[in-house]
């Protein structure tokens, strides 16, 4: 079985600061890894994903994560947040060869001007 | 490309009536899911089509939920009869094979 921890419900952050998503994951398998954004009335948006290839992986937007395997995480970054990062994030975690996600509880990130 | 398309956006119903939302995949995709979102349970997987059979409908609430998938580029979720706590956003997915799942943009349903 997998699952997956946010580990901040609500993120607030000045425009131009760092951003940083916390995701800690379990898996008792090789898992992949996404990162979606929604943002408010609207559907998901892939932001990037980890298929077992390079552990940096950069996304769309600015956005990378980081797959720490010894530390179960999948932390995402962005430098320099923007007015139109403010949406909410997911972390998903599955099992490779799998087709059922494990969704993460989503992080809130409001960006103040 | 269009992207995972949805029909209605917006659906406003009485408790009772019957529901259908539409979904058109990505051309080229042969897997298609239907998710439901709510505040209190998150994101929920309601059934998994492959080559537009049904492959896992372990999700599908209770016989009030129906879902078809005639052929390769459209799928039906049916409620019948609809009941308020049916209220939520209903996603539809699609990729090719179990690769990643590209999202639409959501019907928001609700049931007076």
């Known amino acids: 079985a997998q699952s997956v921890t946010q580990l901040d419900s609500h993120v607030s952050v000045s425009e131009g600061t760092p951003v940083l998503l916390r995701c800690n994951y379990s898996s008792s398998y090789s898992p992949s890894l996404f990162w979606y954004v929604q943002h408010p009335n609207k559907g998901l948006q892939l932001l990037l994903k980890?298929?077992?290839?390079?552990?940096l992986v950069k996304g769309i937007n600015g956005f990378e994560a980081e797959f720490k395997k010894s530390e179960t995480s999948f932390h995402l970054t962005k430098p320099s947040a923007h007015m139109s990062d403010a949406a909410e994030y997911f972390c998903v975690v599955v099992r490779s060869n799998d087709y059922k996600l494990s969704f993460g509880a989503g992080t809130t990130v409001t960006v103040r001007a | 490309d269009a992207g995972v398309i949805q029909s209605p956006r917006h659906e406003v119903t009485e408790m009772g009536q019957e529901v259908t939302l539409r979904c058109k995949p990505i051309?080229?995709?042969?897997?298609l899911f239907w998710y439901r979102q709510t505040m209190m349970r998150g994101l929920e997987l309601l059934i998994y089509f492959n080559n537009n059979v049904p492959i896992d409908d372990s999700g599908m609430p209770e016989d009030r939920f129906s879902a078809k998938m005639p052929n390769a580029s459209f799928s039906t979720l049916k409620i019948q009869p609809s009941e308020p706590r049916d209220s939520a956003v209903y996603f539809c997915?699609?990729?090719?094979?179990?690769?990643?799942?590209?999202f639409g943009p959501g019907t928001r349903l609700t049931v007076l």
């Open positions: 980890y298929t077992s290839a390079a552990t």
């Open positions: 051309s080229g995709h042969n897997s």
């Open positions: 997915a699609s990729s090719f094979g179990i690769d990643t799942q590209y």
